[in-house]
């Protein structure tokens, strides 16, 4: 598995991180917040424990789980943005590479799937 992935797995994390950190201090961030926090930075750990894996199955199940994670990121930032609790042009780059590692994902899911015996 490429190094490059898991560093930028973490990357993402902590953008996720930085971008928690600078919600405003309403109900509403602060709850938003939690959940993107929660979301954004299991990605990484997923892709980490697919590089563990034991078999295909569990290598695509692990990614799964990711791309789920992924998937909820996308929502919350979404709804930061629709919100305006968040100025939207601020999210443009977090969205765009949850867009982009939600692509690496299932493409590696294809590919394991592909390579499994039938």
Same mark, same amino acid.
């Given at each position: 598995m490429p190094s490059d992935l898991k560093q930028r797995t973490k990357a993402f994390a902590l953008r996720i991180i930085r971008l928690y950190s600078a919600l405003p201090n309403t109900t509403v961030a602060q709850v938003l917040g939690k959940q993107i926090l929660r979301s954004g930075t299991s990605v990484g750990a997923h892709y980490r424990e697919a590089h563990r894996a034991r078999s295909t199955s569990e290598f695509v199940s692990? *990614?799964?789980?990711?791309? $789920? +994670?992924? +998937? +909820? &990121? #996308?929502?919350? *930032? +979404? *709804? *930061?943005?629709e919100s305006e609790t968040i100025e939207p042009s601020r999210l &443009?780059?977090? #969205? $765009?590479?949850?867009?982009?590692l939600t692509a690496i994902l299932v493409t590696l899911i294809k590919n394991a799937k592909n390579k499994e015996p039938t």
């Open positions: 692990k *990614l799964n789980g990711g791309l $789920q +994670e992924l +998937e +909820e &990121t #996308t929502y919350w *930032l +979404e *709804l *930061l943005a &443009t780059p977090l #969205t $765009q590479e949850a867009d982009e």
